[in-house]
């Protein structure tokens, strides 16, 4: 491995103005755009996952390792590697990162591996889509005490896409000042 320090956990998320990312486990919007950029962020890094996220997913994520957590040991997922424990499949997410020299380990969802992994994520490449719209999947609200903004850029509806859209890279504050 030639990093030399250990792989950034970073979540991507594409969520509404009021934090929905899913209803009746679906995203719900259509945006064309917003998935070839996930495709370009996470291509060629560990993707790791909850079962219903996974379920959700037409085919396996190609050109990544895709790595799902269960709580059924018994769980099949073709083209998957099936975890019952989270800190064995991140543990595994960051061995998989190293042997194919990238520094970041995806986190796509769902919401309660977001939740769980909030603590220890790095980074966020999120996708904040111009709509107020119903749901029972949430993302985490964030702070500008917690977190700085990059690379911020507004995106029209284009072809395929349901709603205008942001995205933004956003990073862990490496110390918060006090008050």
């Known amino acids: ?13 594409a969520r509404s103005t009021n934090h929905v990312i899913g209803r009746d486990g679906e995203l719900p919007w259509r945006l064309r755009s917003d998935l070839q950029h996930f495709k ?3 291509l060629g ?13 037409p085919f396996p994520l190609p050109g990544r390792p895709n790595l799902v957590l269960t709580r059924d040991a018994e769980y099949q997922a073709k083209g998957a590697e099936v975890f019952t424990d989270l800190h064995a499949m991140v543990g595994r997410g960051a061995e998989l990162a190293g042997s194919l020299d990238v520094d970041e380990v995806m986190i796509i969802g769902g919401a309660q591996i977001y939740k769980s992994l909030m603590p220890w994520i790095g980074r966020i490449y ?3 889509v111009d709509v107020v719209i119903e749901g029972d999947a949430y993302f985490p609200e964030l702070t500008a005490k917690t977190w700085v903004s990059h690379d911020e850029t507004q995106h029209s509806a284009g072809k395929g896409d349901d709603h205008a859209f942001k995205t933004r890279r956003l990073d862990r504050r490496l110390s918060e000042s006090s008050s």
């Open 1 to 13: 491995m030639n990093l030399s320090r250990p792989p950034i956990l970073a979540a991507i998320v």
């Open 40 to 42: 370009r962020v996470t």
């Open 45 to 57: 890094k560990p993707c790791l996952m909850g079962r219903k996220t996974w379920e959700s997913l």
């Open 126 to 128: 999120e996708t904040e």
